[in-house]
């Protein structure tokens, strides 16, 4: 694993389905990987800059429930996230969920465990969630195509990995 690509190409094959509108929690030990953790988003009311204060509560619920099993793992020391959603970003603005972000963030911190990175993903587009650099993150981000192009997802689909288009198809 070298790249964003192989990394959000590994993500479907170790689920066994596509995700969509999920939060995707993949746990460090230094350089390797840990546990893998999805989980549903809490839905477009929670998705703004700055939520509602009804909405904060579950926020903070929903990310003090995710730092607690990451740091369950006391060899993990640091996390990369990938959020799927097909949200609007428009140019300029805050990320969708990005006071979730922010509240997970600072929750895993708090836990030992640092945020690595994180990239958003939608039914088109990917991007890297937290960067702002027009050279290495163009707007709206990379076509979602190239990631099928990764060396790591070539090398998975030539060992026999597959997953379904999304977690209802994979569980028929």
Known sequence: VGTPQDILAFVPHC???QPRESLVLLA???SRLGATLRLDLPGPHCS???PEPNNL???TDYTSRITSLLSGDETADGVLAVMYTDLPWEEGSPPPYSALMELLTNGLEDNGLRLRDAWLAGTRTWRDYFCGDSACCPWP???IGNIAE??????LVYRG???AAS???SLR
């Open 15 to 17: 689920l066994g389905f």
């Open 28 to 30: 460090l030990r230094g």
């Open 48 to 50: 703004g800059e700055i």
């Open 57 to 59: 509560g579950l926020l």
């Open 141 to 143: 981000g990379y076509p």
């Open 150 to 155: 990764s060396r790591l997802n070539a090398e």
């Open 161 to 163: 990995s597959a997953y």
């Open 167 to 169: 977690l209802p198809e």
